[in-house]
């Protein structure tokens, strides 16, 4: 049950309401848009993800520098 005091029933009575008012065809046509939307948000941001170079941290760039700083002594 929801906190909000919705439950099953009243979810499927909400569910059956919009498809009355809708109509199956415009119902599904709408969830395949959101599908669609969902997959080009998830899509861009692995993209995005895969432009944006990795930075490296301050930490990692002293520990690598410093083995080379010993090999010069």
């Keep these: 049950m929801l906190s909000n ?5 009243h979810l499927l ?3 059956v309401v919009v498809l009355v008012l809708f ?6 046509g ?4 959101v ?3 969902m997959t080009a948000f998830k899509r861009g941001l692995k993209d995005e ?3 944006t170079p990795a930075i490296a ?6 520990t690598a520098a410093a083995p080379a700083d010993e090999n010069k002594a």
């Design 30 to 33: 709408l969830m395949g848009e």
């Design 35 to 37: 599908g669609k939307g």
């Design 23 to 28: 109509g199956k065809g415009k119902v599904a």
């Design 13 to 15: 009575l909400i569910a």
């Design 57 to 62: 941290s301050p930490v990692a760039q002293a």
């Design 49 to 51: 993800e895969s432009e």
């Design 5 to 9: 005091g919705l439950a099953l029933p």
